[in-house]
């Protein structure tokens, strides 16, 4: 009963399409992220995390060409993280910690991104090389990738990120 209560609120949130902000942070939603959500052409901020969420993050979560904050933390995510995701011009933050998403980043991450302020991957189950392409994030100021799989070096460019402020890799 009550993921078909989510669902209808869901549904109904699908159909604000001048919606700029959707906060569900901090509740006991369950099941998993519906694509509906992705049909919110204004929506900017999204919070959806300290849920318990279930699935996989929603390609079509790249059709939110305004977007600015991805919240998506604390949940039970699964999957790999849509590469379509970095192609959002309009995103300042992403943060996914504290999920159990796995495979590895596009190693262009931030060619068609370079407004990221901030990446918060940490607790999941990343693996690969840490992209190359992080050092094209000239606007990164926070960037967390700790309680991973990454293996390899630490690209040169993320040295050269002058506005980097944390870079969280414990």
């Known amino acids: ?18 919606l700029q ?3 569900l942070f ?14 919110l052409p204004k929506l900017e901020e999204l ?13 079509k979560m790249s059709h939110l060409r305004n977007l600015k904050i991805l919240s998506l933390r604390m949940n039970n995510l699964t999957g790999s993280i849509p590469a379509t995701i970095f ?14 998403l796995s495979g590895s980043l596009p190693m262009n991450i931030c060619n068609t991104n370079p407004k990221l302020k901030e990446l918060n991957l940490s607790s999941n189950h990343l693996s690969g090389q840490i992209p190359n392409g992080l050092g094209q994030c000239i606007k990164l100021q926070v960037i967390s990738l700790s ?7 630490i690209p040169r460019g ?3 990120l002058v506005e980097l402020r944390d870079c969280l890799s414990e």
Do not use: R, W
């Open 47 to 59: 919070y959806l995390g300290n849920n318990q969420l279930i699935g996989e993050i929603p390609k």
């Open 87 to 100: 192609n959002i011009s309009s995103l300042l933050n992403i943060s996914l910690s504290y999920n159990s």
């Open 1 to 18: 009963m009550l993921i078909i209560i989510i669902f209808q609120i869901f549904f109904i949130l699908g159909k604000c399409k001048a």
């Open 158 to 160: 993320i040295g050269e």
């Open 26 to 39: 901090n509740n006991k939603l369950v099941g998993s992220i519906p694509e509906a959500i992705c049909n």
């Open 147 to 153: 309680y991973n799989e990454f293996t390899g070096s």
């Open 21 to 23: 902000q959707l906060n």
